[in-house]
């Protein structure tokens, strides 16, 4: 069974795509984060016809003694916000910045990523593909990547602020594949960072493999995504070098090869 915080960290990772959601929403989109097991879906005892899942869903609100709070985990839940037929509802939203600076994202930014949820959907949802011997990323140094970088993010946000620690999370090991990357972090400003890692035992230059969709989650990213392409690495003191590089520096200085896709710096 799922606890409350398991699902506190689900609504971080629904927000940081969908921008806001209120609490209906919140319960329809859920199994994108979450796949409920046999207890999550026993009925509760205390609220007639609602599963146990859908109850500690509903928990987070009504534990919540303001209208407003910002969580650790970094999302913020406004209550009692008027709804269109004219009934108070619970809202929950994306945030930006740190401690007494965090706030929810402008009405501006949650149009956008609603737009870039749609359009998400409307490509299909995000598989990475098994590439085998050619894609590092499934295999055991792939993993140890994505721990050495995990990490890495974890510590720096512990350096910036304790609470910024919730805010990092290991997508592609907690919550699978779906969401077209592996890792979602906070820069120093409190900003959303997508993460998606490439590992080599090799050099820089290292051609790289990358899927349709992956690719397609740098175009509709450019802002918040980064790739982290780890080189020189050794899977067994997990340790290497890490270039980071932003969505917007990967669509503009490297060739897409067709092969699906070879990736080539210019």
């Not at 974890?154 to 990357?181: K, M, T, Y």
């Not at 979602?184 to 051609?207: A, C, F, H, M, Y």
Request: charged share 35%.
């Amino acid at each position: 069974m799922h606890s409350e915080n398991d699902i506190r960290k689900a609504v971080r990772i629904l927000v940081e795509k969908y921008g806001e959601l209120t609490t209906s929403e919140l319960k329809e989109k859920m199994p994108e984060v979450i796949e409920y097991d046999a207890d999550d879906l026993k009925k509760s005892s205390t609220r007639k016809g609602e599963t146990m899942i859908l109850q500690k869903i509903r928990n987070i609100t009504s534990h919540q003694v303001q209208d407003k709070k910002i969580y650790d985990e970094g999302f913020c839940l406004t209550k009692n916000v008027p709804g269109i037929d004219g009934k108070s509802q619970a809202v929950f939203s994306a945030i930006t910045g740190i401690g007494d600076n965090a706030k929810e994202i402008t009405e501006a930014e949650k149009r956008e990523r609603k737009r870039n949820a749609a359009n998400e959907e409307l490509q299909g949802p995000f598989r990475k593909v098994d590439w085998n011997a050619v894609n590092e990323r499934r295999t055991e140094i792939g993993a140890k990547g994505e721990e050495f970088v995990y990490e890495q993010e974890r510590q720096a946000a512990i350096a910036i602020s304790p609470e910024l620690a919730e805010r990092v999370i290991h997508l592609s090991v907690e919550q699978g594949d779906g969401f077209g990357f592996d890792i979602l972090s906070v820069d120093k400003n409190g900003e959303t960072v997508r993460i998606e890692v490439k590992t080599t035992q090799g050099n820089v230059n290292t051609p790289f493999y990358m899927s349709r969709n992956e690719l397609n989650f740098f175009r509709t990213h450019k802002k918040s995504a980064f790739l982290y392409r780890v080189y020189d690495f050794d899977p067994e003191k997990k340790r290497g070098k890490i270039q980071k590089i932003p969505a917007q520096e990967l669509l503009k200085n490297y060739n897409f090869e067709e092969v699906s896709y070879m990736v080539t710096k210019k």
